[in-house]
Structure formats: C-alpha cells, structure tokens
C-alpha cells in the first residue's frame, strides 16, 4: 500500500480498467456462490460462516480497489481498519446473552 | 534529538501537510464511512440477537421466486453500479467531464432500479401480511427488524441518488473538481458494501427450500 506510492496511484485511476473488470466479475460470481450455498442445506451455524467469510472477502476487494483503499497510504488502512475490526468484534459480546434467552424461552 | 530527526518530526507536525496523502473532504467521508459501518454492524448484530433467541423466529421465509430471484437481481444491478461509479470517477480523473457525467448517471440509473425492485420486493412481502409489528409465521420482530434494516439501507441509496445527482450538476458545471467525484464515490461503494452483508444475512440465510 505505501509502497506503490504515486505510479500505483495513477494505475489506480489511469491504466486498470481490466483490474477492475476483473474485480467486479469476482464479485458477481461470488455472490451466485453465496446463492448456490444458501440452497446447500448446511446447518445454520456453517451456512452463516461461509456466507459471512465470502462477504468480508467482499468487502476487502470493494474496500481494496473500488474505494481505492489498496492505492492509499497504508497509514489510512491502519487508522481506520484495526479499529473497525476490533469495534465490530466488541459488538459480539451480547450473543452469549441471545443463547442463554433461547435457553430460558425453551425451558418454559 | 538530532537536527535531522528534529526536522523530520517538525515536518510531519509543523501543520500544512497531509499525513494521508489525501484532501480534508475524503478524509471526512471515509471518517463518516467508518462511523456508518457501526450502524449497520450494530442493526445486524441485533437482527441475529433476536433470530437466535427466538425460537419461533421464522427461519425458512423467502422462495426462490419472487424474494430471492428479486434480492440476487437488485445485488448484481448495485454492483454493476458501483462498476460505473469507478468510471466515473476515472474519467473525472482525466478530467474528461462528459463522460464523467454520464457514467454518475448511469450509477444513478443503478440506484433507482435497485429502489424500484425493492420496494416491489417489500410489497410482496406486505401482501403476505408482513407488518413492522406483525407477520404470519413467528417473533413480530422479525419485520421489524426485516423493514428496518433493509429500509435504512435504502434511505442511504436514495440519499446516494440524490447525492450522485448534486455531484453530476456541479461537477458538470465545473462548479465541483475531480475530488468531489471521488468522495461521493466512496459513498456509494460502500452502500454497496453494506448490501454485501444485508443481502446474506437477512435473505439467503432465511431461504425456503
């Protein structure tokens, strides 16, 4: 990221029509991956993995090449990634407390 | 502190530079960006909250045709947005503004078809008895929750509609530069982004097989 500097920053605007044809084919077969799976019957807990596994890769290329992430400063990336990450993370502390909720309800 | 490095750190500090390499206006958006990230985490996560511990939460709900053949289309036309969008901004960037124009239009064209079939998607759903506090098959909360989130993200597409319509006047009009292109840009991949999770998330993990 840092290191590409100014030339990558031009081939990010200039010269990668290709790259982003590429990018954007990627996207559309896997989102027919994702609908393909959802008909696979897996249980839910593997379903919501791979379904979420293929979204953040998604994400990463969207957030990489369409927002031109990957042709900025790497210092942005570290700024504002980690943290998103670990916020997002933090946010899953309340799932414990759904399972126990589906415990209590079933029990009565 | 030697000179050298006194200078390297005054450079850095001394104000007047960019440490992103980028303008305030980009910088603000990706800021906005990561903020709205949180929104949508935290609506989902309560979406899944309430899907798991409800156990009469309707599992099994959209068929293949209407609700999944509609949700798939509308995924691929914002995608194929977001694909103008990068020509826009490329062609804003070789400051050819013609063809920048028209490309924001186009990904205009793409929000609007993508609102069109989704709120056609929702009256399905509407017809079947779903209501904000209500629904045929379980938890009430499933179309709450359901409208909520899919409504808030459509409120940001219009909005981004709206946004891209603002941004082709003026950058039409040279009255807005290049960067201007690029910030709405960002604005509207990650609406696009956010359709990424919302899309799994809510329609094919409650397919009806």
Not at chain 1, 14 to 34: A, D, K, M, N, P
Not at chain 1, 65 to 72: K, L
Not at chain 2, 9 to 26: E, H, L
């Amino acid at each position: 990221m840092s290191g590409h500097g100014e030339a990558a920053h031009e081939a990010g605007h200039e010269g990668s029509y290709r790259l982003f044809l590429i990018v954007w084919i990627s996207l559309v077969v896997i989102t027919f991956v994702e609908v393909y799976i959802a008909y696979l019957e897996f249980p839910a807990v593997t379903m919501l993995l791979m379904l979420i596994g293929l979204s953040v890769l998604k994400a990463g290329l969207i957030v990489a090449y369409f927002m031109h992430m990957r042709f900025e400063k790497f210092g942005l990336f570290l700024t504002l990634v980690p943290a998103t990450i670990f916020c997002i993370g933090m946010m899953t502390v309340i799932f414990p407390d759904s399972l126990r909720l589906l415990h209590v309800r079933l029990l009565h | 502190m030697t000179e050298s490095h006194s200078e390297a750190v005054s450079g850095a500090w001394s104000g007047g530079g960019s440490p992103y390499a980028m303008g305030s206006k980009k910088l603000g958006m990706w800021l906005f960006i990561v903020s709205d990230v949180m929104t949508f985490t935290a609506l989902l996560m309560a979406y899944s909250y309430s899907r798991l511990a409800n156990p009469d939460w309707p599992r099994h709900v959209f068929p293949i045709r209407p609700a999944i053949l509609f949700s798939t289309t509308m995924t691929v036309v914002l995608l194929a947005s977001s694909l103008t969008m990068v020509m826009a901004v490329a062609a804003a960037h070789r400051g050819a503004r013609g063809p920048a124009v028209r490309w924001l239009l186009a990904t205009m064209a793409g929000g609007l078809i993508f609102c069109g079939l989704h709120i056609t998607e929702w009256f399905h759903l509407i017809e079947e008895g779903v209501r904000l506090f209500s629904n045929p098959w379980g938890s009430p909360l499933f179309g709450a929750t359901f409208f909520g989130i899919t409504g808030l993200h459509m409120t940001h597409v219009m909005c981004g509609v709206i946004y891209l319509g603002v941004i082709a006047f003026g950058y039409g009009t040279s009255r807005f530069s290049d960067e201007d292109v690029e910030v709405s840009g960002l604005y509207w991949h990650f609406v696009d982004l956010v359709w990424m999770f919302v899309f799994p998330m809510i329609y094919l993990m409650s397919v009806k097989y």
